[in-house]
T-cell receptor, first 110, second 114 residues
Framework: SQQGEEDPQALSIQEGENATMNCSYKTSINNLQWYRQNSGRGLVHLILIRSNEREKHSGRLRVTLDTSKKSSSLLITASRAADTASYFCATDRNDYKLSFGAGTTVTVRA | DAGVTQSPTHLIKTRGQHVTLRCSPISGHKSVSWYQQVLGQGPQFIFQYYEKEERGRGNFPDRFSARQFPNYSSELNVNALLLGDSALYLC?????????????FGEGSRLTVL
């Protein structure tokens, strides 16, 4: 079973717009991570936010974490065509694995 | 620096056959994990190995097995293949056993079972 659920399943935006996707999870976590995957290739780590953090930035990425609501959001600002990919949240419960959601597919139109 | 490498990249098998997938972690990484990603879904955890010992196993049948070698490379074996085993198999490495940091993924081995 998958711990996280992303919303929306798919997102289409114009280049230069912002893209926001959300992740909800079910149990307490140690940290939450976001990964990007291009066309069924390997996953690339984007950002990690620990359970005691509320917001984190990395370049054009902004991640928030609300542990009381068991949810996280990923914001990509000023999107580019190269941001077209699937984005996955993954939760770490301080064990030996990451639990991934089903992902959000983002299409950035030129 | 070389990233995580996996082989083969693509393969086609028929039902009932056996497959072996291989993974070389990033130099210095002692932990290797395997994930299965079915089309349209997120990766599902199969195994984690650390220092050559199995540290975790996901909800997969005994047809799935793995091992880690002294050089920290790893093999995933699947016996008696079923159509439902068709998926992208991802290997990931990390420095530590516990996932307190990011995982570094390879490009995957895409298995098609006919």
């Amino acid at each position: 079973s998958q711990q996280g659920e992303e919303d929306p399943q798919a997102l289409s935006i114009q280049e230069g717009e912002n893209a926001t996707m959300n992740c909800s999870y079910k149990t307490s976590i140690n940290n939450l991570q976001w990964y990007r995957q291009n066309s069924g290739r390997g996953l690339v780590h984007l950002i990690l936010i620990r359970s005691n953090e509320r917001e984190k930035h990395s370049g054009r990425l902004r991640v928030t974490l609300d542990t009381s609501k068991k949810s996280s959001s990923l914001l990509i600002t000023a999107s580019r065509a190269a941001d077209t990919a699937s984005y996955f949240c993954a939760t770490d419960r301080n064990d030996y694995k990451l639990s991934f959601g089903a992902g959000t597919t983002v299409t950035v139109r030129a | 620096d070389a990233g995580v490498t996996q082989s083969p990249t693509h393969l086609i098998k028929t039902r009932g056959q056996h497959v072996t997938l291989r993974c070389s972690p990033i130099s210095g990484h002692k932990s290797v994990s395997w994930y299965q990603q079915v089309l349209g879904q997120g990766p599902q955890f199969i195994f984690q190995y650390y220092e050559k010992e199995e540290r975790g196993r996901g909800n997969f049948p005994d047809r799935f097995s793995a091992r880690q070698f002294p050089n920290y490379s790893s093999e995933l074996n699947v016996n008696a293949l079923l159509l439902g085993d068709s998926a992208l198999y991802l290997c990931a490495s990390s420095l530590k056993q516990a996932n307190t940091g990011e995982l570094f993924f390879g490009e995957g081995s895409r298995l098609t079972v006919l």
